[in-house]
T-cell receptor, first 115, second 113 residues
């Protein structure tokens, strides 16, 4: 079964304590992306990756880091979390090409609270 | 730059009534257009997408959407809403080859029994 797996689903942490949210996909997709979802703002892209070792900033990259050392994994790193990073985070992947294969598959989300 | 507007933050309908959720986009070329649904506590699920050809697109769960270039719109419709359709709906636009789809802010659908 095609899956995008995020962990953890829920996380409460304190300001400044480094954390990592993992994302793993089993579809051999090249493209992966992280979004945050906030009420009234929809989904905003944080970072995306076109392939292994290729990453780029999205619309709201400040305070986040990513890495793409292998195709299946795309972790999101918060080196020093702050309360304004409290949000619902989604990882998404996309198959190569256009047409019928175009469209992201989303993970189930990670709800992060920074106190 | 591409953008998506969903003018309605909330929509309330009665079960069995018809539904139309509005989406307007701004993009210079022919866009790729999508509708996603997010049930409470879940990730986003693709309902349907438009790339080219027939402007009336059929999706899953009985939904359809019509692309109207002259109005820059891609409205989502369903003839008879079920209580299980209560969710958040997102319209998105993406350029072919782009890895950055732009999402609207979402419309929350409330279904009354």
């Amino acid at each position: 079964e095609a899956q995008v797996t995020q962990n953890p689903r829920y996380l409460i942490t304190v300001t400044g304590k480094k954390l990592t949210v993992t994302c793993s996909q089993n579809m051999n997709h090249e493209y992966m992306s992280w979004y945050r979802q906030d009420p009234g703002l929809g989904l905003r892209q944080i970072y995306y990756s076109m392939n292994v070792e290729v990453t780029d900033k999205g619309d709201v990259p400040e305070g986040y880091k990513v890495s793409r050392k292998e195709k299946r994994n795309f972790p999101l790193i918060l080196e020093s979390p702050s309360p304004n990073q409290t949000s619902l985070y989604f990882c998404a992947t996309r198959g190569k090409g256009t047409g019928v294969n175009y469209g992201y598959t989303f993970g189930s989300g990670t709800r992060l609270t920074v106190v | 730059a591409q953008s998506v507007t969903q003018p309605d933050i909330h929509i309330t309908v009665s079960e069995g009534a018809s539904l139309e959720l509005r989406c307007n986009y701004s993009y210079g070329a022919t866009p790729y257009l999508f509708w996603y649904v997010q049930s409470p506590g879940q990730g986003l699920q693709l309902l349907l997408k438009y790339f080219s050809g027939d402007t009336l697109v059929q999706g899953i769960k009985g939904f359809e959407a019509e692309f109207k270039r002259s109005q820059s719109s891609f409205n989502l419709r369903k003839p008879s809403v079920h209580w299980s359709d209560a969710a958040e709906y997102f319209c998105a636009v993406g350029r072919g080859g782009s890895y950055i789809p732009t999402f609207g802010r979402g419309t929350s659908l409330i279904v009354h029994p």
